[in-house]
């Protein structure tokens, strides 16, 4: 069974830096699209970033563009989000999500999401 | 970008009856060349992730009771659900995964009436 655990979130100021982690487990991590997708509290779903199997394709929302950077390490099986320069609107549920083999795929697993806070 | 717009909002419908949920791109979705549609639907429970139930507009996910169901072409999409269920109660999102930024409608929130 495909399972994804995210890391990382916490509280932290304004200004500062974070880096999420994924974990996957139980599907050929490499062979597969992975993205981001953020949730506010009570608010909707934003994708944040994705990235295509082999790192070729890397996209990104216009709101975190310049700020937040994805990667992957197929190796540890793992998707990481380096986000920096942190604002009050980054808080949110963070969500790793598996997309498919073409970049451009429904995201049919989800991580339970990892919390991140910005605040003062 | 496209804009992916819900309708409606919030939706309360009688167990046993038909639900339906519209959404609309802002552009087509349609990829001519394969004739597919990039458009999702998810369902999302409070304190869960949201779970993927259609794809390709009209192919539901292994697992997903059959009175789900997809539909629409190009620019607009619709979700029916024939006779809801009392676990039917989530919130309910479209997406479109034809270009990037990958973007996802406002939600609806369904309810029992």
């Known amino acids: 069974e495909a399972q994804l655990e995210e890391s990382g979130g916490g509280l932290v100021q304004p ?9 996957a487990s139980g ?20 994708w944040v970033s994705g990235i295509s199997w082999n790192s070729n394709d890397i996209g990104y929302a216009d709101s975190v563009k310049g700020r937040f ?25 963070y969500y790793c999500a598996k997309g498919g083999t073409p970049y451009y795929s429904p995201m049919a697993v989800w991580g339970q999401g990892t919390t991140v806070t910005v605040s003062s | 970008d496209i804009v992916m717009t819900q ?10 009856e038909r639900a339906t949920i519209n959404c609309r791109s ?18 999302q429970k409070p304190g869960q992730p949201p779970k ?9 996910e292994p697992g ?10 190009g620019t607009d999409f619709t979700l029916t659900i024939s006779s809801l ?7 309910y999102f479209c997406q479109q995964y034809y270009s990037s930024p990958i973007t996802f409608g406002q939600g609806t929130r369904l309810e029992i009436k």
């Not at chain 1, 200004?15 to 974990?23: D, V």
């Not at chain 1, 380096?82 to 609107?89: F, I, P, T, V």
């Open chain 1, 15 to 23: 200004g500062r830096s974070l880096r999420l982690s994924c974990a």
């Open chain 1, 27 to 46: 599907f050929t991590f490499e062979n597969y699209a992975m993205h981001w997708v953020r949730q506010a509290p009570g608010k909707g779903l934003e």
């Open chain 1, 69 to 93: 950077t994805i990667s992957r390490d197929n190796a540890k099986n793992s998707l990481y989000l380096q986000m920096n320069s942190l604002r009050a609107e980054d808080t949110a549920l």
């Open chain 2, 7 to 16: 309708s409606p909002d919030s939706l309360a419908v009688s167990l046993g």
């Open chain 2, 26 to 43: 802002g552009q087509s979705v349609l990829y001519s060349s394969s004739n597919q549609n990039y458009l999702a639907w998810y369902q």
């Open chain 2, 52 to 60: 993927l139930l259609i794809s390709w507009a009209s192919t539901r």
């Open chain 2, 64 to 73: 997903v009771p059959d009175r789900f169901s997809g539909s629409g072409s």
């Open chain 2, 85 to 91: 269920q009392a676990e039917d109660v989530a919130l």
